[in-house]
């Protein structure tokens, strides 16, 4: 019996658990990383973290400690408003633990800090991967270099450069994107804006996909998505670059809306940041390839619905799980990971799908789903 030595393209939330899970298992693997350094991007973001997927998973990466000191205390609280500033739904933290919330940053650190010195390799960008035949797959980087492996997970996200390896899929625009802004210190500096988004998550939808939903993360900070259904020309007329003229256009857009939701668009302490949200078709799937698999964005990429992070890790531990299980029969433990990881893709995927394009009151449709939602 042979143990395979992994190579995860990636080091999202996704990748790391898969290194840290196999690496708890002592089984040897390297995770090429495209940027040059673990702090080259801020890593912003506010994600909860649910008791049956992302929190199974730090469990059987061994992180639950750690996992318990990231954690933003009262975060899980909900406000809903309407745009006219009405408070539909004011729901406090009530402390369950079901959906902790931590900065993605700090969970990317505990993960990183819990792999031995050297695991990820940084600034190594795959540009392409190919197939040597009985399942043995070379990655090029955009260095030039290659490496050639027996077990190849692409963890690399929404532009996967090993999902061709496995299918043709690409990820095709949904119609809507987020345009996010950040305001700092906001007790002191943006006090009635803080107080519309109260202690955790605050969501103002409208019709037509329209909608502020904002957090307030760590260090006194609210970060907004802007929600908006328009083409990606129409975005490409706005110039950015200009933040404040982009923010005022933006902000057009929800004329007549309350001032203090207008100033988490206006009111930004750096400029707006476009995110044009992309997805796979729900129940995106494949044949079996040896010798190579995916995981996260890179397999099952879906509108954001809080269960994104979540499933890439909860895939990545249960990937390190089978393989360690058995370690001599890689593509049995392929085939059980991907046969589980497609149909707990949809699963998860589907969470929230009928909050899509709800234009008849889409604020009960949100209050019916935060008072009702048992997912398991
Ligand atoms: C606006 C927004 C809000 C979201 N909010 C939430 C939320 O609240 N909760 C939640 O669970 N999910 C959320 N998601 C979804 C979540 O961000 C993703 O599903 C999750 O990050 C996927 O993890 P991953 O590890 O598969 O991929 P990624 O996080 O995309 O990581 C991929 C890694 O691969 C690297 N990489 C990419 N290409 C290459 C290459 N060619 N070579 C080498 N390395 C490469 C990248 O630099 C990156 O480090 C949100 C998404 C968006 C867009």
Redesign the pocket.
């Known amino acids: 019996m042979t143990t395979p030595h992994v190579t995860i393209?990636?080091?999202?939330?996704?990748?790391?658990t898969l290194a840290r899970v196999l690496h708890v298992h002592g089984i040897p693997v390297a995770v090429?990383?495209?940027?040059p350094a673990p702090t080259a991007?801020a890593q912003g973001?506010?994600?909860?973290i649910h008791d049956y997927n992302?929190q199974l998973a730090i469990e059987a990466a061994g992180l639950m400690d750690e996992f318990r000191g990231i954690i933003l205390q009262g975060r899980q609280a909900m406000r809903i408003l309407s745009p006219d500033g009405t408070v539909l739904l004011d729901k406090p933290d009530d402390g369950d633990g079901g959906r902790p919330e931590v900065q993605?940053g700090d969970l990317r650190r505990i993960l990183l800090g819990s792999l031995p010195a050297g695991t990820v390799q940084w600034g190594?960008?795959?540009?392409s991967a190919r197939s040597l035949g009985e399942g043995r797959h070379e990655v090029t980087?955009a260095d030039g270099g290659t490496v050639t492996t027996s077990l190849l997970v692409g963890?690399?996200?929404?532009?996967?450069?090993v999902r061709p390896l496995l299918s043709e899929v690409t990820p095709e625009y949904t119609g809507t994107s987020?345009v996010?802004t950040y305001l700092f210190d906001v007790d002191i500096r943006h006090p009635t804006a803080a107080h519309a988004v109260g202690s955790g998550s605050m969501a103002a939808p409208a019709a037509g996909s329209k909608g502020i939903q904002a957090h307030r993360e760590k260090g006194q900070t609210i970060h907004t998505?802007v929600v908006l259904r328009q083409s990606q020309e129409w975005f490409g007329a706005i110039d950015f670059a200009d933040g404040a003229a982009a923010a005022a256009r933006i902000a057009k857009e929800f004329d007549g809306w309350a001032p203090e939701l207008a100033a988490l668009i206006t009111d930004g302490d750096v400029p707006p940041l476009l995110?044009p949200?992309f997805t796979l078709p729900l129940g995106h799937r494949w044949e079996r390839v040896p010798g190579v698999t995916l995981?996260?964005?890179?397999a099952h990429?879906l509108p954001?619905n809080?269960?994104?992070?979540?499933?890439?890790m909860y895939?990545?531990a249960e990937l390190g799980k089978a393989i360690a299980a058995h370690p001599g029969d890689i593509e049995a433990d392929l085939t059980r990971y991907e046969e589980a990881m497609f149909s707990h893709s949809v699963e998860f995927g589907s969470i929230g799908a009928e909050l899509h394009d709800v234009d008849d009151d889409p604020a009960a449709a949100l209050i019916k789903f935060y008072t009702e939602h048992t997912p398991h």
């Open positions: 393209i990636g080091a999202g939330l996704g990748g790391l090429y990383e495209a940027e991007r973001g506010m994600l909860d992302g993605r190594r960008k795959a540009v980087f963890a690399d996200g929404a532009w996967s450069r987020y996010e998505y995110r949200i995981l996260g964005d890179a990429l954001p809080g269960e994104g992070a979540n499933s890439a895939d990545g």
